[in-house]
Every structure is written in C-alpha cells, then in structure tokens.
C-alpha cells in the first residue's frame, strides 16, 4: 500500500528524489514519514509530512538539505534530498500514521511502511 521508489548510486554532492506512492487508503487522512537505516544502525526518522502540507524533519543534517513534499492528488510524497553525502547512504523508507497521531520520528504508530529503497552516495 505503500511504494517507495527513486533510490539508486549516487556521487558526493549530488541529488535524487525519493517517490511514495499511497494505495488502499485515505490518503488524506494519514501522515507519511519518511525513515532510513544505514548499514550496522537503527532506523531514524528523517521528515515527515501532513495532508495540509505542515511538515518536520527530524534529522539536523538533513536540514537544509532534505524536503518532504506531498501531491495529494497523485497520491505521493516526495523527498528531494541535495548535497549528498556518504553518511546519507541508507535504505530509505516510507510510512503512513492517521492524522490523530502526530508525526514523529519513532516507528512505533505508523501503520503502513514501504519496502524501502536503497540510496548509496558514493565518496
């Protein structure tokens, strides 16, 4: 219900957009966060976004760097991440809550979750 999509190699300083894609549900009623887990590490929170377009990151450096966005009407929430660095290297997930939670950067609440897509930045 939840397709992520977008990942890939990618050099040092470079950009790429990360795609979720929002079936079998109301999208309008549901958060859709954004996580990551890099090799050997727990996964994080890095942003998460409302159906008002409100949004949150969660990772201070990602801040400058990383935007959430959200097309309601395809459906889809974006992660435009520039300036890549090694660090950023992860499987990047995706993960929807209803709106009566609010967003967060723990796992715990989120009800649907992607199958993750693979980011590697290359040094």
């Known amino acids: 219900q939840l397709q992520a999509s977008g990942g890939g190699l990618v050099q040092h300083g470079g950009s790429v957009t990360l795609s979720c894609a929002a079936s079998g549900f109301t999208f309008d009623s549901y958060r859709i966060g954004w996580f990551r887990q890099a090799p050997g590490k727990e996964r994080e929170g890095v942003s998460c976004i409302s159906s008002s377009g409100g949004s949150i990151t969660f990772v201070d450096s990602v801040k400058g760097r990383f935007t959430i966005s959200s097309d309601n009407a395809k459906n889809t929430v974006y992660l435009q991440m520039n300036s890549l660095k090694p660090e950023d290297t992860a499987v990047y997930y995706c993960?929807?809550?209803?709106?009566?939670?609010?967003?967060?950067?723990?796992?715990?609440?989120?009800?649907?979750w992607g199958q993750g897509t693979l980011v590697t930045v290359s040094s």
């Open positions: 993960a929807a809550k209803p709106t009566y939670r609010y967003c967060s950067g723990y796992s715990s609440g989120y009800a649907y």
